[in-house]
C-alpha cells in the first residue's frame, strides 16, 4: 500500500482546462493517475485529454460515482468556493496547490472539512505522489522523470515516507534517497501556509499506520510548531517508527524573511536548535546537513535490516522486469523461491503463476496441467506439425523445427482458443447490456449465423463429433471451483451448444473453446491463451522433428492426409 493516493483511488481536477490544470493532468495520466473526471464551472461536457469535464463537484460524483480525490488547479481567490464543492460533494481527500490563498479562506476550509471529516493537503502544496501507484499535484515533473528519480517498494515489501514542508525539497529529499538505494512508499509535500491542511505529524501518523511504510524522513523548515508535534507523538509513543530529519533554516538570523509564509518563529517555538532538539530527545536522528541525510537514512535502514533498501543490482538496473529475481544464490519467480516451487507445484501452476504473478490452489494447478496436457499433440495432420516435420526433413536443426511448427500456430490453429473466449465475453456483455437471459442471446446469434452461413470459433471439429478433451476439462473446471453458471464464460459455451441443439443441428464445443472459456473464467489475459496453446504444442512437436529426422529418409514428400499410426496400443 502506500498512503493518501494509490493506484485506486479515482481523481478529479478542478481547473483542468485552466493552464496548469491541463498541463499536469497530462503528466498525471502519463504517470498511470487514475483521473476519472476535471471541473470547471461553464464547461460541462467537454473532455480534456480524454477526461470527462463537468460544471461543478456534484455533478462530477453523481455521473462518476464515487471519488476519492480532488486537486485543485484552481487560483488563490476562487480556491474556497472550488474546495467546499468538492468537500459538500463527499470528496475525501482535496489537494490545494494553489498559493497565496487568504488565510481566511483557508480557516474556512478547515472548519468545513473538520466538519465533514475530510482531509486536505495544502493550500501552496507541491502535492502528493506514491512511487509506481500515482502522482496528485506537480510531484515529479514529467511521468518519465518521476518514474526514474523515485523507487517504489518491491510488492508486498516497504519504502521509506517522504514528508516535507518546502516543494522543491519534497522531490530533492525522494531523488537523493533513491539515488541512495532508498525505496519510497509516499512523498507528501503538506505545503508552505500558515494555516494548513495535513500537518507534518498527520502525515507521520499516516506512514505509522501504513504497512508499506517501515521508516520516516523529514525535509523539516524553521517556524511553525510542526516538528515539535511530531517529536511529542514519538515521545508519547505514538509514533514509533524511526525519523530521520533535516531541518532547513539554520543560518536564518533574527528578523530574516524565510522562505514560507507558515516559517514564523513565534518567542522560542519554531527555531532550529528548539525543532533539533526537540526531535532528538524524542529518538529522532537530526542531520546537520542536507547532504548527510540520505546516509543517515541509510545507516537507520541497514541497522533493521529494511526491505527499503535497494541491493547493488537493483541501484545499477535502468530497467525492470516483474517476472524472476536472480541474484547470487537466488531464484524467484513472481516472488517465489524457485526451490520450494520445485516438487510443490505442477508445470500447470507454474505456468499460471509466471504468467499471471499468482499462485494457483492445488486444483488450478491440475486444470492447467489437464489443459496442457489436453493440447499436447493432435497427430500428423495439424499445420504445426506439417511444418515442423517439413523443416525437420531439409535437416534443418531441433530448434529451427520446432520454430517453423510454433510459427504455424495462430489465428486459425490454436487462435480459437482467443476468439472464443472473446466471442462468449462479447455474448455474457450482450446479455447484460440487453437485459437479456445467455439462452435469449445465444439462440439469437444462432439464428444470424445460420442466416449469414457464418461460423465460431471453438465449436465444431473437423474429425471429433464428441472431442474426448472437453468433457473431461470441464469436470475438471467444475472441480477447481468454476460454476459455469450462465454470467461465466463456461455458461455462455453451454447455451450456445444448448441454442444449437434446439435447431437440430447439434455443434459441441471443441477442445479449443473449452480451454478459451475456462481459462477466460480463471481471469487470464487472452493476449496470453495462443502462447498457452504454443506451451502445450511444443512437446509434440519436440517428439515428431526427432521421428521425423530418425526415420524417415530426407526431403521425403510428406503426404498430409494419408499416413497410419504404427504406435503402442495402436
Ligand atoms: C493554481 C494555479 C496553478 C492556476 O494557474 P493557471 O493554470 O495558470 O490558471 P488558469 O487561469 O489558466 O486556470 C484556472 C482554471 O480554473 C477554473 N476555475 C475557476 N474556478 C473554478 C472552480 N470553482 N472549479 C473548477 N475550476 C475553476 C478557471 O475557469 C480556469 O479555467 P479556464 O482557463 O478554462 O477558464 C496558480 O494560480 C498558482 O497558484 N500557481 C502557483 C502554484 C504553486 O506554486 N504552488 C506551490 C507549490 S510549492
Redesign the pocket.
Known amino acids: 500500500m502506500a498512503i493518501l493516493i494509490d493506484k485506486s483511488k479515482r481523481v478529479i481536477v ?11 493532468t497530462r503528466l498525471m495520466l502519463d504517470y498511470g493517475t487514475h483521473v476519472v473526471g ?6 460541462a461536457g467537454i473532455k480534456v485529454l480524454g477526461v470527462p469535464v463537468f460544471d ?2 456534484q455533478a462530477a460524483v453523481e455521473q462518476l460515482g464515487g471519488i476519492d480525490i480532488s486537486v ?5 481567490s ?2 474556497k ?2 474546495a467546499l ?1 468538492a468537500i459538500e460533494a463527499g470528496i475525501r481527500l482535496v489537494v490545494i ?5 487568504p488565510l481566511w479562506d483557508a480557516l474556512e476550509i478547515a472548519a468545513a472539512a473538520q466538519t465533514r471529516g475530510v482531509h486536505f493537503v ?6 502528493i505522489a506514491s512511487p509506481g501507484q500515482g502522482v496528485v ?2 510531484i515529479g515533473g514529467r511521468a518519465e522523470s518521476a518514474r526514474e528519480w523515485f523507487k517504489p517498494p518491491l510488492p508486498g515489501g516497504t519504502g521509506v515516507g517522504v514528508i516535507s514542508r ?3 525539497m ?1 522531490s530533492s529529499t525522494a531523488y537523493y534517497l533513491g539515488q541512495a538505494g532508498v525505496r519510497i512508499s509516499s512523498i507528501v ?1 503538506v ?2 501556509d500558515a494555516v494548513l491542511g495535513l500537518r507534518v505529524p498527520d502525515v507521520a501518523s499516516l506512514f505509522q499506520s501504513d504497512p508499506a511504510t517501515d521508516a520516516i524522513a523529514l525535509f523539516g523548515e524553521i517556524g511553525g510548531a510542526q516538528e515539535e508535534d511530531l517529536a511529542a507523538l514519538m515521545a508519547e509513543g505514538t509514533i514509533t517508527k524511526p525519523v530521520i530529519a533535516y531541518i532547513g533554516g539554520k543560518a536564518a538570523r533574527s528578523g530574516t524573511r524565510f522562505s514560507h509564509a507558515g516559517a514564523i518563529i513565534e518567542g522560542n517555538t519554531g527555531t532550529h536548535a528548539g525543532k533539533a532538539a526537540a526531535l532528538r530527545q524524542a529518538g529522532a536522528v537530526v542531520v546537520d546537513s542536507f547532504g548527510s541525510l540520505p546516509d543517515a537514512v541509510v545507516e537507520v535502514l541497514r541497522s533493521r535490516n529494511s526491505r527499503s533498501l535497494m541491493t547493488d543490482t537493483e541501484r545499477k538496473a535502468v530497467w525492470t522486469s516483474a517476472i524472476t529475481r536472480i541474484e547470487p544464490n537466488t531464484v524467484a519467480v513472481r516472488g517465489h523461491d524457485i526451490a520450494g516451487l520445485m516438487g510443490h507445484v505442477s508445470f500447470g501452476a507454474a505456468v499460471y503463476l509466471i504468467l499471471t504473478g499468482s499462485k494457483p490452489d492445488d486444483r488450478v494447478g491440475r486444470l492447467m496441467d489437464a489443459i496442457l496436457v489436453s493440447s499436447i499433440d493432435h497427430g500428423c495432420t495439424p499445420p504445426s506439425c506439417l511444418a515442423a516435420r517439413t523443416v525437420a526433413s531439409t535437416g534443418a536443426s531441433l530448434s529451427a523445427s520446432v520454430a517453423a511448427g510454433v510459427m504455424a500456430i495462430n489465428r486459425h490453429h490454436g487462435g480459437a482458443i482467443e476468439d472464443c473466449a472473446r466471442y462468449l465475453a462479447n455474448l455474457l456483455k450482450r446479455a447484460l447490456g440487453e437485459q437479456k437471459s445467455i439462452d435469449e442471446i445465444a439462440a439469437a446469434e444462432v439464428t444470424r449465423i445460420k442466416g449469414e452461413g457464418d461460423r465460431i470459433s471453438g465449436f465444431g471439429h473437423r474429425i471429433h463429433t464428441r472431442d474426448p478433451r472437453t468433457g473431461r476439462l470441464f469436470e475438471l473446471a467444475a472441480e477447481a471451483g468454476l460454476s459455469g453458471s450462465p454470467e461465466t464464460h463456461v455458461g455462455a459455451a453451454r447455451a450456445v451448444e444448448r441454442a444449437f441443439a434446439a435447431i437440430g443441428k447439434p455443434l459441441p464445443i471443441n477442445v479449443d473453446g473449452a480451454i478459451g472459456a475456462i481459462l477466460a473464467d480463471l481471469g487470464l489475459d487472452p493476449r496470453v491463451f495462443n502462447g498457452i496453446f504454443m506451451i502445450a504444442r511444443t512437446p509434440g512437436l519436440i517428439a515428431h522433428v526427432t521421428e521425423e529426422q530418425t526415420r524417415e529418409r530426407p526431403m521425403r514428400r510428406i503426404d498430409p492426409v494419408n499416413h497410419a499410426y504404427d504406435g503402442p496400443g495402436g
Not at 97 to 101: E, Q
Request: with cysteine; glycine share 24%.
Open positions: 478542478q481547473g483542468i482546462t485552466g493552464r496548469e490544470g491541463q498541463a499536469r476535471g471541473v470547471t464551472p461553464g464547461k461543478n463537484c485543485l488547479f484552481v487560483p488563490a476562487l480556491v468556493a472550488a464543492e496547490v494553489a498559493d497565496r490563498v495544502g493550500p501552496n502544496t507541491l502535492g499535484g506537480m518546502s516543494g522543491g519534497a509535500h505545503g508552505g
